[in-house]
């Protein structure tokens, strides 16, 4: 499967758009980029996916570069409440493979007033 | 109203002492995981089941047992916990979408486990 790899902090200052990065550079053909958030030691909350092209939900905004090994999870303006970490993962496909599914460490986002 | 239910919530225990947490789900998905979380290492995998009967190990699976006996459930038992076990427990539940794992995961609210 896909590993990734996120900066494991950044800031962004409330009402600015927040950009977080993510490498999956082994990345297969057929294989989705997930984004989740998880905020203090709650569950963690899908946000958005995407194949190859760029994607827009109410939460965020996904971009996928051309050759799909980065993606960027884009928060338009940030508030105090984004203030999460942000895990991007690439679940495995089947025909044999295994299921695993790894989250990794995330980036810790922390919105400033 | 589609949810992952874990329980309990929270529980101090004492070493040895068998103790199983509970999972939940009302979605019919297929895909069940449990999660561990310490501090540091992020969200790491214990098990996962694609199916009922069907279960595997992930990336921490020492020390921890589980079941899929009927769809909508699937408990984590650790027979003899250790304070190494001592850690956040999360659930999560995905459908499997055609063609393989896939989908939107939802997670419990986790389950705070303090081994003595």
């Known amino acids: 499967d896909a590993k990734t790899t996120q900066p494991p902090s950044m800031d962004c200052a409330e009402g600015r758009a927040a950009n977080l990065p993510c490498n999956h550079s082994?990345?297969?053909?057929?294989?989705?980029v997930y984004w989740y958030r998880q905020i203090h030691s709650q569950g963690p909350q899908y946000i958005i996916h995407?194949?190859?092209n760029n994607e827009t939900n109410e939460m965020a905004s996904l971009i996928i570069t051309e050759d799909r090994k980065s993606s960027t999870l884009i928060l338009p303006h940030a508030t105090l409440r984004d203030t999460a970490v942000y895990y991007c993962?690439?679940?495995?496909?089947?025909?044999?493979?295994?299921?695993?599914?790894?989250f990794g460490k995330g980036t810790l986002l922390t919105v400033n007033p | 109203e589609a949810q992952v239910t874990q329980n309990p919530r929270y529980l101090i225990t004492v070493t040895g002492k068998k103790l199983t947490v509970t999972c939940s789900q009302n979605?019919?998905?297929?895909?069940m995981s449990w999660y561990r979380q310490d501090p540091g290492l992020g969200l790491r995998q214990i098990y996962y089941?694609?199916?009922?009967?069907?279960?595997d190990k992930g990336d921490v699976p020492e020390g921890y047992k589980v079941s899929r006996k009927e769809k909508r459930n699937f408990p984590l038992i650790l027979e003899s916990p250790s304070p190494n076990q001592t850690s956040l427990y999360f659930c999560?539940?995905?459908?499997?979408?055609?063609?393989?794992?896939?989908?939107?995961?939802?997670f419990g609210e986790g389950s705070r486990l303090t081994v003595l």
């Open positions: 999560a539940s995905s459908a499997q979408l055609a063609g393989g794992v896939g989908g939107e995961l939802f």
């Open positions: 082994t990345i297969s053909g057929n294989e989705y």
């Open positions: 995407g194949l190859k």
């Open positions: 993962i690439v679940p495995p496909r089947p025909a044999g493979s295994n299921y695993k599914l790894t």
């Open positions: 979605m019919n998905h297929e895909y």
């Open positions: 089941s694609m199916n009922v009967e069907v279960t």
